[in-house]
Every structure is written in structure tokens, then in C-alpha cells.
């Protein structure tokens, strides 16, 4: 059975010494290279701000890297904006894709966040999921090769 995780977070890469960019840069690599391994699928947006991530695949490891994530500082205040099993995945083409935030974007994970946490299950959160999935059906003008 397939299983997928949405969730939010405020993003704490400019808390670091190290470049964001190249923080960035490592979480996508490592994403990517252990995802492939656990046969997860999913997305990334990212803004300077914030991430929403999509992450679909097995149940009990989905539910494990979501707790590995829950343990990074690189993040802080994490919500799940929805989580079920699911009949087919709708990231299955990428082990990770990464998505920066056009404006539509930018302001979906805005809105979001000014309403968490009572919006989990919302208008908002199902804004940004819609946008998150227009965006890889859309041409990659909207994403990064970070």
C-alpha cells in the first residue's frame, strides 16, 4: 500500500556557518541518493523561509524519514498537512524533485504559514499541494538543479 506525508516547515539554513545554498545543495543530494535506496518518491519547495515537502512510498518508511527530518535542525516547527495511503503516487517520477518558489508558490507557502496551525487541513494547505503538483506537471522553468 502506498502512504504519502505533506508537511511544512520554517527553514533554518541561515542559522548556519555554512552558504544556504550549499545546504540546500547537500539536503537535495542526500535526498535523493537515500530515497532512490527506500524506494520514496516525492518533492521539495523550498523558499528562503520555508520548505513544503511530498514524500510517497511505503508506509512504515515514510513515517521513519519523516521522523529522521522531525530530528534535523535544519528545520523547525514542522506541521503535516495531510498524510493516507494513497492509490498511485503523484511524485513518482523523482526521488526527490526540487521546486523554488515562483510567486503563485511563494504565495501559497505564505498564506500557509501566516495560518498554521489551525489551517492543517485547510483551504491553505490544499492551495499549496495544488500548486506543488501543477508546478512538476508544468515545464521546468520552476525548478533549480541546486
Not at 518533492?43 to 521513519?64: H, I, N, W
Request: hydrophobic share 35%.
Amino acid at each position: 500500500m502506498l502512504y504519502r506525508l505533506a508537511y511544512f516547515s520554517h527553514a533554518r539554513l541561515s542559522d548556519s556557518d555554512t552558504n544556504p545554498q550549499d545546504q540546500l545543495r547537500q539536503i537535495l543530494l542526500t535526498a535523493r541518493r537515500n530515497n532512490a535506496e527506500r524506494h520514496i518518491t516525492g518533492a521539495l519547495l523550498s523558499t528562503d523561509r520555508y520548505f513544503a515537502q511530498v514524500l510517497e512510498g511505503e508506509e512504515d518508511r515514510v513515517k521513519a524519514l519523516y521522523q529522521q527530518i522531525c530530528r534535523d535542525p535544519r528545520h523547525e516547527r514542522l506541521t503535516i498537512l495531510s498524510a493516507g495511503e494513497i492509490a498511485e503516487r503523484q511524485f513518482g517520477r523523482w526521488s526527490m524533485r526540487h521546486l523554488t518558489g515562483d510567486a503563485s508558490a511563494r504565495d501559497a507557502i505564505s498564506q500557509l504559514a501566516m495560518h498554521l496551525p489551525q489551517t492543517s487541513d485547510g483551504q491553505a494547505a490544499r492551495s499549496l499541494l495544488a500548486t506543488m503538483a501543477d508546478m512538476v506537471t508544468s515545464p521546468p522553468l520552476s525548478e533549480t538543479h541546486v
